[in-house]
């Protein structure tokens, strides 16, 4: 300090005390000295004090912000993860509208000329619908009475191979030689196996007045199932060479002996004979189904109505009387499944009526019938032979409406 700036006694005092406190002891006191000493232990007491309470403060304060700063990077692991989870549900959102997109592009690309094929469609049915016209018309024709032109156009619209038709034509094979038309017949004229089966066919159907007649069995059956039925009573590479010659069902039962070798060039012996008995089992089937159809010749129905049955059952007859019959009823109806909607719907209301008041087919409905017309008929029959319009008419009948209802439902979404 400098002497000018503080009184010279106050100076003097200050350098005394300074001198004093250097000449003294360490621990050595002044009269004055035990007062200041616990002054100042009181003063470091007391920051000491007050520096624990603050350390306390600040070490609380450090532990909140520890829990505060891991609960944060909870947060952001959190976060970070549902953020990556939903990265991944974007690319998959991302994916989906792509492939809905290219399918949308590729429907799109499809259904362009959809409006030219369903005229096609259209022209094709109309084309159709003449053709089968023409055909029942020549099938209403006597079989003698049929021209050259005539045999050629029936085996045309029967699906017949072109090559065969054109060589009756050249044959000059008319009614009365189609009535005495036989298979030996056939090969003097150098007609391939499917053709000659196929004529063979359509000969003896026409002789019978089967032309009608839905196919039945293994005769309706495709070159595919042909082929399956082969494999399953392995013969699988004879189904293959079948496959080839586009063998159906039709020419299928008709096959002899010698086909096999001539025409498919089967050659074992063994083999052939194995195949014409596997055949032979399927025209066996056939034989007894067509002796079953003689014994109840059609248009006759052996199963009185539902209607004659409930009076039957008033006078005294059983319940198991009525439910035999109503099974015969059900094996009639699951025979003729396959057949047309046209078919089964007239079938029906004449073997079975409805006994709703007033249910009857619409006027008009034949076998010309438009898809419209036969799907509004559809619709109605769905209505008359719904089960339940028939608690009144006993079990039986409720039951037989239930699976007539089935049939006309399957009908019905087909032409959906």
Request: with cysteine; glycine share 8%; hydrophobic share 30%.
């Given at each position: 300090?400098?002497?000018?700036?503080?009184?010279?006694?106050?100076?003097?005092?200050?350098?005394?005390?300074?001198?004093?406190?250097?000449?003294?002891?360490?621990?050595?006191?002044?009269?004055?000295?035990?007062?200041?000493?616990v002054?100042?232990?009181?003063?470091?007491?007391?920051?000491?004090?007050?520096?624990?309470?603050?350390?306390?403060?600040v070490?609380k304060?450090?532990?909140?912000?520890?829990?505060?700063?891991?609960?944060?990077?909870?947060?952001?692991k959190?976060?970070?993860?549902r953020?990556?989870?939903?990265?991944?549900?974007?690319?998959?959102?991302?994916?989906?509208?792509?492939?809905?997109?290219?399918?949308?592009?590729?429907w799109?690309?499809k259904?362009?000329?959809?409006?030219?094929?369903?005229?096609?469609?259209?022209?094709?049915?109309a084309?159709?619908?003449?053709?089968?016209?023409?055909?029942?018309?020549?099938?209403?024709?006597?079989?003698?009475?049929?021209?050259?032109?005539?045999?050629?156009?029936?085996?045309?619209?029967?699906?017949?191979?072109?090559d065969?038709?054109?060589?009756?034509?050249?044959?000059?094979?008319?009614?009365e030689?189609?009535?005495?038309?036989?298979?030996?017949?056939?090969?003097?004229?150098?007609?391939?196996?499917?053709?000659?089966?196929?004529?063979?066919?359509?000969?003896e159907?026409?002789r019978?007045?089967?032309?009608?007649?839905e196919?039945?069995?293994?005769?309706?059956?495709?070159v595919?199932q042909?082929?399956?039925?082969?494999?399953?009573?392995?013969?699988?590479?004879?189904g293959?060479?079948?496959?080839?010659?586009?063998?159906?069902?039709?020419?299928?039962?008709?096959?002899?002996?010698?086909?096999?070798?001539?025409e498919?060039?089967?050659?074992?012996l063994?083999?052939?004979?194995?195949?014409?008995?596997?055949?032979?089992?399927?025209?066996?089937?056939k034989?007894?189904?067509?002796?079953?159809?003689?014994?109840e010749?059609k248009?006759?129905?052996?199963?009185?109505?539902?209607?004659?049955?409930?009076?039957?059952?008033?006078?005294?007859?059983?319940?198991q009387f009525?439910?035999r019959?109503?099974?015969?009823?059900?094996?009639?109806?699951?025979?003729?499944?396959?057949?047309?909607?046209?078919?089964?719907?007239?079938?029906?209301?004449?073997?079975y009526?409805?006994?709703?008041?007033?249910?009857?087919?619409?006027?008009?409905?034949g076998?010309?019938?438009?898809?419209?017309?036969?799907?509004?008929?559809?619709k109605?029959?769905?209505?008359?032979?719904?089960?339940?319009?028939?608690?009144?008419?006993?079990?039986?009948?409720?039951?037989?409406?239930?699976e007539?209802?089935?049939?006309?439902?399957?009908?019905y979404h087909s032409?959906?």
């Amino acid at each position: 300090l400098d002497s000018n700036d503080i009184s010279t006694s106050l100076f003097a005092r200050i350098k005394q005390k300074i001198e004093l406190n250097k000449s003294q002891p360490k621990g050595a006191k002044d009269a004055k000295g035990p007062r200041i000493a616990v002054k100042e232990e009181g003063k470091v007491r007391l920051d000491r004090d007050k520096v624990k309470t603050r350390l306390e403060e600040v070490r609380k304060t450090s532990k909140a912000e520890e829990a505060e700063r891991k609960r944060q990077e909870e947060e952001i692991k959190t976060m970070k993860e549902r953020k990556k989870k939903l990265e991944e549900e974007l690319k998959k959102l991302k994916e989906n509208i792509e492939t809905k997109e290219r399918e949308h592009n590729e429907w799109v690309n499809k259904t362009k000329g959809k409006g030219g094929e369903i005229e096609w469609l259209e022209k094709q049915f109309a084309s159709l619908e003449v053709k089968v016209k023409r055909l029942d018309e020549l099938n209403s024709k006597a079989i003698k009475s049929l021209t050259v032109e005539e045999v050629k156009e029936t085996m045309r619209l029967e699906g017949v191979r072109a090559d065969a038709v054109e060589t009756l034509g050249t044959n000059g094979v008319d009614g009365e030689t189609l009535v005495d038309l036989e298979e030996s017949d056939l090969d003097g004229m150098k007609i391939g196996l499917i053709g000659r089966k196929q004529v063979q066919f359509v000969a003896e159907r026409r002789r019978e007045g089967r032309m009608n007649e839905e196919l039945k069995g293994a005769e309706g059956w495709n070159v595919d199932q042909v082929e399956k039925w082969m494999k399953e009573n392995g013969m699988g590479e004879e189904g293959a060479k079948m496959r080839k010659e586009e063998v159906d069902g039709v020419v299928l039962v008709r096959l002899e002996l010698k086909d096999l070798i001539d025409e498919l060039g089967i050659e074992s012996l063994k083999r052939r004979k194995e195949i014409i008995s596997k055949i032979d089992g399927l025209r066996q089937r056939k034989k007894e189904k067509n002796g079953k159809e003689e014994e109840e010749p059609k248009g006759t129905n052996t199963n009185p109505p539902p209607q004659q049955q409930q009076e039957k059952s008033s006078n005294g007859n059983s319940n198991q009387f009525r439910e035999r019959e109503m099974d015969v009823a059900l094996d009639a109806m699951n025979s003729r499944k396959g057949g047309s909607a046209h078919a089964f719907l007239v079938w029906i209301y004449k073997e079975y009526p409805p006994k709703k008041d007033n249910a009857a087919l619409p006027d008009g409905f034949g076998p010309f019938s438009s898809l419209i017309d036969t799907k509004s008929a559809l619709k109605k029959a769905i209505l008359h032979y719904h089960p339940d319009h028939a608690d009144a008419f006993g079990i039986c009948w409720k039951h037989f409406c239930g699976e007539v209802l089935k049939c006309l439902n399957n009908y019905y979404h087909s032409f959906k």
